[in-house]
Structures are given as C-alpha cells and as structure tokens.
C-alpha cells in the first residue's frame, strides 16, 4: 500500500481533527445527574438547626445570579454556570475542611455524601468549559463568608449547615426554572 502525498495529508488533518474533538471541553450538565445530585444531598439527614438561623446574615446567596429567564443562549449560560460555580466552591470547601464532627457537629450519611461528591466531581468535569464565564463572579463574596463561617470552630457546623441548604436550592431553582437548558440523555 502507496500512499499519495495527498491522501496522506488528508487523513492527518482527519486526526487531528477528532483529537481537536476529543480534547474539547465539554459545557453540558446533564439533567438527570443534576437531579440525583440534588435528591442526594436532601437526603443526607437533618433538618437545618434553629441555631444556625443567627448566621443568615453571614451567608445570603445572591439569588439574583441566576438569570430573570432563560430565553436565550447567554441566559442559559449564566444559569449553568451559576450551577457550575456552586458546585466548583463546594468542592473546594471539601477539600479544604473537615467536616465538623461529634456533639454539635454535622451528622450526615457518610455513604449517600460520598456519592454526592461522586456526582459532584462527574458535573464538574462533563461542565468544565463553563468555567470560562466572562461575566463578573457575583458568587465570589458568599463563599468567602461561607468560608468564614466554616472556618471558626465555633460557627464551622452552622457554616456547612447554611452551605447545604443554599447548594440546594441552587440546584432545585435550576431544575425548575432553567431546566431547557440542560441537556437530556439521547439528545445532543
Ligand atoms: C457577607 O457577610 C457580611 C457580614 O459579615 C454581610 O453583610 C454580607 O451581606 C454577606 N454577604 C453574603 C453574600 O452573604
Ligand atoms: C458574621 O458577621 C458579623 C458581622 O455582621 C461578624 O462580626 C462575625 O464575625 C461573622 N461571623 C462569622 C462566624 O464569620
């Protein structure tokens, strides 16, 4: 087998083409992980404590990250990336603190967190061109106060309590109100 200088120039620019494909980035976040992401951090147990109410003042998502609709492209964007970087703060959160525990600490199910943080890292990668958002990072001053509050031993279990509560929401305002912009298994 010959190949002419031709062909061959052809089938390099082939592959470098699917690699160009393969080393993209993706920006989707698929539904339905979105939703079992959601369900298990409902179901880590315990309700949130009275006593953390005194905190709200600290830790007060801006709720208007999200977009007012999600009508168009950059709409749509915004909202996953508002998905994305709650996610991503999350994470950074766990690696970077224990979890309070003991009398007065945080009694979540060790198994059902674990998958969470599971699905948590399957988000982040599968969404991680969103990280590129040009809009300003209006989540950037709530996670330091998170961080704060997570930080002091005597607020830390308040501060995860607080930061549980508002991930949540995030993920069960997205599903509701945003959820054309996911993407839908079998459909792409
Ligand atoms: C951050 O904490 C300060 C009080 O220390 C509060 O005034 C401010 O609203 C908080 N911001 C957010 C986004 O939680
Ligand atoms: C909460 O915010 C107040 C100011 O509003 C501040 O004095 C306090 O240190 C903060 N608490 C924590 C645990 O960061």
Redesign the pocket.
């Given at each position: 087998l010959t190949l002419s200088p031709h062909l061959l120039c052809v089938l390099l620019q082939l592959c470098s083409l699917q690699l160009l494909v393969v080393a993209m980035p993706t920006c989707r976040l698929l539904e339905d992980v979105v939703l079992n992401t959601h369900h298990l951090l409902r179901d880590l147990g315990g309700a949130f404590p009275v006593q953390c109410l005194k905190y709200n003042?600290?830790?007060?998502?801006?709720d208007s990250a999200f977009p007012a609709s999600t009508a168009n492209h950059p709409q749509c964007r915004q909202a996953l990336w508002v998905v994305y970087e709650t996610l991503r703060e999350t994470q950074l959160l766990f690696e970077d603190f224990e979890l309070p525990v003991g009398e007065g600490g945080v009694s979540w199910d060790r198994k059902k967190l674990s998958s969470f943080q599971n699905l948590q890292d399957r988000l982040l990668e599968e969404g991680s061109c969103l990280s590129t958002n040009k809009t300003p990072d209006v989540l950037s001053?709530?996670f330091?106060?998170v961080t704060?509050v997570v930080q002091q031993q005597g607020s830390a279990a308040c501060g995860w309590m607080a930061l549980r509560r508002d991930v949540l929401w995030v993920l069960k305002t997205a599903l509701r109100e945003h959820h054309s912009c996911f993407t839908r298994r079998g459909r792409h």
């Open positions: 003042i600290n830790i007060s998502f801006p001053p709530y330091s106060n704060a």
